[in-house]
């Protein structure tokens, strides 16, 4: 019986925490539509931003990723 609460204890803890990052700002790897949400950009600013080499991305399983910092 212990157990069993201290594993929905902490199954609401990650459900919190996970809604947490989804509501903040967040650094590191991001997909695409994340990283234009989060910073408030227009795809073709971040394009340009990707061309020039000021936004470091990379391809994962046909997924683009860059990272926040």
């Known amino acids: 019986m212990f ?3 201290c594993v929905f204890e902490a199954r ?3 459900r919190d925490v996970i809604s947490q990052l989804q ?3 967040v650094v590191g790897w991001i997909t695409y539509d994340r990283y234009v949400e989060q910073y408030g950009c227009t795809d ?3 394009r340009e931003r990707m061309l020039a080499g000021q936004i470091k991305f990379k ?3 046909s997924k683009l990723l860059l990272l926040a910092t």
């Open 23 to 25: 509501h903040s700002d």
């Open 59 to 61: 391809k994962i399983r």
């Open 12 to 14: 609401a803890h990650l």
């Open 3 to 5: 157990e069993r609460v």
């Open 44 to 46: 073709a600013e971040v």
